[in-house]
């Protein structure tokens, strides 16, 4: 089949490339030339373990292209995905302007049948609004389909090859077909292709992902229930896990989510709740509860220096929202940055691809190392903010040697409370008990 993706940041990058991987023809469009230049050379943009592999392939051999000229990529396409940003506006609701002006260009160029996806998350009703805007221009016959993506960063590619499920909104019979002969390739296994109205597909992105997001607020609040109990949130995560109608998944309680979807979309559902008069008070409280834990390390490292870091030297392992990603939106490590080095101290930090990004954004306010343990010299205490896998095993003696005060503050429960006493560290993490 061939295809057009409208918009080359993480969505529609990885979903352009593994179609093309299927063996279907892809062109991709953006507006930034040195960006289409880098990518038509084969450089790719984001990262995202397991892509570059595939991306080199597919353009070598001719599946997959690059252009900024949306009407060429227009015609002898069926189906034309639209990936484009949808920032959210100071009220949480999402900008769509990306997506109806594009929508609008479309419908002054189309001259035939086409597919219009949106891929983009956005508000339920967009499909209605990228119908009118279309129809603006175009009296002829198109669909408008809704096809939510639920990609993971850092499993992006396994998530789109191999999805759990598949969603699609349309109003037709023929778009249904075209998009199930589309996704045929990725479901082989029997996981369910979903057909529903579009207003409906639109609602299940954000449901599911606000949803996600409230397990994982729900089990921050235990966890700062248990330090004031004397309970191990290790034991009781495991405990609720096993209960099959809960799962072990988004379980893991830390300091706060992160990223561009989850913050995203559940102020846009509050958002969209609020414009028919309802008040989503759980939400609203999932909101909050995030933003406080982003800061529950904080109050653990003033209090252990009575009230004062400043002068010290902090080394701060993990500056992406999570691991496995370059992606330091709404990362709970900026705001350490900020904290820390507003009492005073200053911050060594190192991550293993998010670097250049934060640096870009804090500037000289941390200094930024070449190995995590290069962090260490010179640092009185360590801070973890992601969880990448390799800070799960360190060398604690190396840690000890380098540390002056041999303190950690841990962020994400990387490290088994017996370990630690093994070693002889003084440890704070989420939910459980201290060890000094």
């Known amino acids: 089949m061939k295809i057009a993706v409208v918009g080359t940041g993480y969505v529609g990058l990885v979903s352009g490339t593994c179609f093309a991987e299927t063996g279907n023809q892809v062109i991709c469009v953006d507006i930034d030339q040195s960006k289409v230049d880098k990518l038509s050379n084969?450089?790719?943009t984001i990262y995202e373990p397991g892509?570059?592999?595939i991306f080199k392939r597919?353009?070598?051999?001719?599946?997959l292209t690059f252009t900024t000229n949306l009407e060429d990529a227009l015609k002898e396409n069926l189906v034309v995905f639209l990936a484009l940003p949808t920032p959210p506006g100071e009220d949480g609701s999402a900008d769509l302007r990306y997506v109806l002006g594009v929508a609008e260009d479309l419908g002054k160029m189309m001259t035939d049948y086409k597919v219009i996806v949106d891929?983009?998350?956005?508000p339920v009703g967009t499909a209605d609004k990228v119908?009118?805007?279309i129809s603006k221009n175009y009296t002829g016959d198109f669909d408008v389909v809704s096809n939510p993506e639920f990609l993971r960063e850092g499993v992006a590619v396994d998530d789109f090859m191999k999805p759990d499920r598949v969603v699609i909104g349309a109003q037709s019979d023929k778009a249904f077909e075209i998009m199930d002969e589309l996704y045929a390739p990725y479901v082989r296994q029997g996981n369910p292709v979903m057909h529903m109205d579009t207003r409906s597909a639109e609602l299940t992105k954000y449901a599911a992902n606000s949803f996600l997001a409230t397990k994982i607020s729900f089990m921050n609040e235990i966890a700062r229930l248990c330090e004031k109990l004397g309970a191990?949130?290790?034991m009781v995560r495991k405990g609720v896990g096993s209960d099959d109608r809960i799962g072990k998944r988004f379980l893991?309680?830390?300091?706060g989510y992160g990223g561009s979807c989850f913050p995203k979309d559940?102020?846009?559902l509050v958002h969209s709740a609020s414009e028919v008069d309802y008040d989503f008070k759980i939400l609203k409280a999932v909101e909050d509860v995030n933003a406080e834990q982003k800061k529950a390390l904080l109050p653990k490292i003033t209090e252990h220096y009575a009230n004062s870091i400043q002068g010290k030297t902090v080394a701060l392992w993990g500056l992406a929202f999570k691991p496995n990603t370059d992606d330091i939106r709404e990362a709970p490590a900026l705001e350490m940055i900020d904290a820390l080095t507003d009492l005073g101290a200053m911050v060594q930090a190192y991550d293993p691809e998010a670097m250049p990004n934060v640096k870009a954004v804090v500037g000289d306010k941390a200094n930024f190392m070449d190995s995590a343990y290069d962090a260490l010299n010179g640092a009185d205490f360590l801070v973890i903010a992601t969880e990448w896998p390799e800070f799960r095993t360190p060398d604690f003696d190396k840690i000890s040697n380098a540390l002056k005060d041999n303190v950690i503050f841990d962020g994400r429960n990387l490290f088994e409370l017996d370990v630690i006493r093994k070693h002889g560290f003084t440890y704070y993490s989420i939910g459980r008990s201290e060890i000094k």
């Open 42 to 44: 084969g450089q790719i």
């Open 51 to 53: 892509l570059e592999t």
């Open 58 to 63: 597919n353009l070598r051999e001719g599946r």
């Open 119 to 122: 891929k983009s998350t956005v």
């Open 131 to 133: 119908h009118a805007a």
């Open 232 to 234: 191990d949130v290790d």
């Open 252 to 255: 893991f309680p830390g300091i």
């Open 266 to 268: 559940v102020k846009a």
